[in-house]
């Protein structure tokens, strides 16, 4: 196996689907080469100046000029770089997928003011994708897949011919000049089909034995349900059997068991780790109850019998890994009515641990009004949690 590490950027026009494709390539890559996959994105909303450029693009923020735009997504895009991807990509065998790159800046920030170059210059430092993806796909299929996607249109979302054009000729330009390695993929048909096709491009940046057996594991893999990110039904025991693989790996010591665990962990899907913290609540003694149905959020009625027989009733909330500013604010709308309706709140966040409680506090205060709900009734339970959790049962 290539112990190489790799950078891939996944570029392309709103609404064709790029950031499912990037997702869907992080896991299939993580389950084949089991590499470590680092998928993320930008504009970067925790880099510098990520609640900046977010304001800009949701037109929250009008008096700006494109330079200061241009300038703050290299500043973001760096701070992105030197904290997060290369620190990545310096690891033994790893790969970042990183959805959306500088090609958007040449796109979306060049002007006859600021040709190509002077973009460039500007983001010299950022590091070089080993290749880049270009999602293509007709107008039509784009704004079919957009209306999917219901929400309001971002600032740069109009105008797609002009925008497609602009691509090819920064790609061209990217290619020509800059000798980077640019592969244009055909974004439409179905997820299994594209998925196919960016397999394929991707597998040539690989040795031939790997590269066979990218192409045969992508013929065979079974995409997820539509909702990867969600439960439904029966919580089942994932403790158990995690444990059970656990102990019958041979060299398995005090030692080392936490890196074991943590690899294991690194291992399992966003719902598989969502079932492992509902197995840990119930493992405190908390019953775990019925779904919440009136929110999008994947939300379960918990309860906790005091000794006097009392009962108290909370909710366990998990959060995909996204850190994308305005989920993480519509989410908190949300939190703030399902807090009201509870004693107590565990959330799952396996992100950075203080991504709630500090990163955004200012916007979730006010976004609650007079009422802030950042009470220490809400735990925040993540990834070194579960970690800690599985230790204890193996050691
Ligand atoms: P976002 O909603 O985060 O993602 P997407 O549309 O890819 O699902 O929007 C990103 C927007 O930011 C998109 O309209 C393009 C724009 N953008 C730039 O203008 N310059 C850049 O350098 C980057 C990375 C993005």
């Known amino acids: 196996?290539?112990?190489?590490?790799?950078?891939?950027?996944?570029?392309?026009?709103?609404?064709?689907?790029?950031?499912?494709?990037?997702?869907?390539l992080s896991y299939f890559i993580q389950n084949t080469l089991e590499k470590n996959v680092k998928l993320t994105f930008e504009p970067h909303d925790p880099s510098c100046g990520g609640l900046f450029i977010r304001q800009i693009l949701e037109k929250k923020i009008r008096n700006f000029s494109n330079e200061t735009l241009m300038t703050a997504f290299a500043a973001n895009r760096l701070d992105h770089c030197n904290r997060e991807i290369?620190?990545?990509?310096?690891?033994?065998?790893?790969?970042?997928?990183?959805?959306?790159?500088?090609?958007?800046?040449?796109?979306?920030?060049?002007?006859?003011?600021?040709?190509?170059?002077?973009?460039?210059?500007?983001?010299?430092?950022?590091?070089?994708?080993?290749?880049?993806?270009?999602?293509?796909?007709?107008?039509?299929?784009?704004?079919?897949?957009?209306?999917?996607?219901?929400?309001?249109?971002?600032?740069?979302?109009?105008?797609?011919t002009e925008t497609r054009e602009k691509y090819l000729n920064a790609i061209q330009y990217l290619q020509e000049v800059k000798n980077e390695k640019i592969q244009i993929v055909d974004a439409s048909g179905s997820i299994k089909e594209v998925l196919e096709r960016v397999v394929n491009v991707i597998s040539d940046e690989f040795s031939d034995h790997i590269k066979a057996q990218l192409t045969s594991a992508v013929k065979e893999y079974e995409i997820p349900s539509s909702n990867i990110f969600s439960l439904d039904g029966e919580i089942p025991d994932l403790r158990t059997s995690v444990i059970e693989k656990i102990t019958t790996n041979k060299g398995l010591t005090t030692d080392n068991v936490n890196e074991i665990v943590k690899t294991e962990l690194d291992t399992l899907t966003f719902t598989d780790k969502g079932v492992l913290f509902l197995n840990y609540l119930e493992n405190l003694g908390y019953n775990i109850g019925e779904k919440c149905s009136w929110t999008s959020l994947d939300s379960y009625n918990i309860e906790y019998t005091l000794p006097g027989g009392l009962t108290q009733k909370g909710k366990a909330l998990l959060i995909n890994e996204n850190q994308r500013y305005d989920v993480i604010l519509g989410t908190a709308s949300q939190l703030a009515e399902l807090e009201k309706m509870s004693d107590f709140m565990f959330i799952f966040n396996p992100g950075p641990s203080d991504l709630i409680t500090k990163f955004y506090e200012r916007d979730i205060i006010e976004s609650t009004k007079d009422q802030s709900f950042l009470f220490p009734n809400i735990q925040q339970i993540t990834e070194q949690n579960l970690q800690e959790f599985l230790v204890k049962e193996l050691v």
């Open 1 to 24: 196996m290539s112990k190489k590490s790799l950078f891939i950027a996944i570029e392309g026009l709103d609404g064709t689907g790029k950031s499912t494709i990037a997702k869907l």
């Open 86 to 160: 290369n620190t990545w990509l310096s690891k033994e065998n790893s790969m970042v997928i990183c959805d959306r790159y500088y090609l958007s800046s040449l796109v979306y920030q060049s002007s006859e003011k600021h040709p190509f170059e002077a973009v460039m210059k500007i983001n010299e430092h950022a590091t070089k994708p080993d290749v880049t993806l270009f999602m293509n796909a007709s107008n039509e299929v784009c704004y079919q897949r957009m209306d999917i996607r219901n929400k309001p249109k971002e600032l740069f979302e109009e105008g797609l």
